[in-house]
């Protein structure tokens, strides 16, 4: 088992933990499909801790690497991305919205995807495995999806209507971009 702790290992500890999160996301967004959101919820924060504790196991062990970089980002784009947007289109918009709205709707979730998307992929371009800056410049998914998350609570709740859902979800994508300061915990 020494694969575990070797910073090389495509499959060392972190790296793990950062598949669970990935499983999760995916087992997620097969319930959203079959209209269990509140299980599809429980996974998605289930990634989400996962993915507290692959970082952490990273540094605490030096098993930082790129490989584990990528990976990690590509499960924060499932987990943090695309899992709160298919949510929220699917229970939020989808059942809502007459057409004209649904393809707003739409256009703002792939709007919202592709900001994720490329807030990822620089944040990987700008960074160096195992380092960490105090402070992250725009918001970072994991903290995009949370907003999303309580976005979706109030629209659930008919404290939001969809049309607010709709221009939350575009204030938070443009926000991921933006050069707002996050501090990192």
């Known amino acids: 088992m020494k694969f575990l702790w070797k910073p090389s290992s495509h499959f060392n500890l972190a790296n793990l933990f950062t598949f669970v999160n990935i499983t999760a996301g995916l087992m997620a967004t097969y319930f959203i499909t079959q209209n269990n959101f509140t299980l599809a919820i429980v996974l998605a924060w289930i990634g989400g801790a996962f993915d507290i504790f692959d970082g952490k196991i990273a ?3 030096k098993l930082s690497n790129e490989f584990g ?28 919205l007459d057409m004209f709205w649904l393809i707003i709707a739409a256009g703002v979730s792939i709007y919202y995807v ?37 976005v979706y609570l109030l629209n659930a709740y008919e404290i939001l209507p969809s049309l607010g859902t709709i221009l939350f979800m575009l ?5 991921l971009n933006s050069t707002i300061k996050v501090r990192h915990p």
């Open 59 to 61: 540094r605490k062990y």
């Open 69 to 96: 970089v990528q990976l990690d980002s590509f499960a924060d784009f499932l987990s943090f991305v695309l899992v709160p947007v298919f949510l929220i289109f699917q229970a939020s918009y989808a059942p809502n």
């Open 114 to 150: 592709i900001s994720g998307l490329r807030r990822l992929i620089h944040f990987n371009l700008n960074t160096d495995a195992g380092e960490i800056d105090k402070y992250f410049t725009g918001v970072p998914t994991p903290l995009g999806a949370i907003l999303l998350w309580l």
């Open 171 to 175: 204030a938070i994508g443009w926000s």
